[in-house]
């Protein structure tokens, strides 16, 4: 069961990486980054009622910090190799969280340290979703 619930956020990951790859390469137009984070929010909030078990908080929490650290790490990995990119690539123009990354050296290392927490904390997630799940 707790694979379906994981995989049923990786299905929205990939369409919103689709949705972007329409936008960027098709259309040769930025994204409307507001419209997507109004659409993610709601879809994350379907998401968690999905989700909830009022039994069992713990776990509850490590399914909400797998959805976040996993949207942000796999979107970023799968929209760049399917732009051919470097899957490290950070855009100058894309959202505001990766635009802070080219504001100076401090918050490009910055940017990094916080992307390597999101990835043990979708690692970590991962692992007590599955011994405890």
Avoid: C
């Avoid at 690539?89 to 505001?96: D, E, F, N, P």
């Amino acid at each position: 069961m707790i694979t379906l619930k994981l995989l049923a956020w990786v299905v929205v990951i990939i369409a919103f990486v689709a949705w972007d790859y329409y936008e960027i390469v098709k259309k040769k137009t930025r994204p409307n980054y507001l419209l997507e984070n109004i659409i993610k929010g709601v879809l994350f909030i379907l998401y968690g009622v999905y989700i909830f078990d009022t039994q069992n908080d713990l776990r509850t929490v490590a399914l909400v910090v797998y959805a976040l650290t996993s949207y942000w790490i796999m979107f970023d990995l799968l929209l760049n190799s399917v732009r051919h990119l470097d899957p490290f690539y950070i855009g100058k123009t894309s959202g505001w969280i990766d635009r802070f990354a080219h504001i100076n050296s401090t918050t490009f290392v910055a940017y990094w340290v916080a992307k390597g927490l999101a990835a043990y904390g979708f690692v970590s997630s991962i692992i007590y979703l599955y011994r405890h799940g």
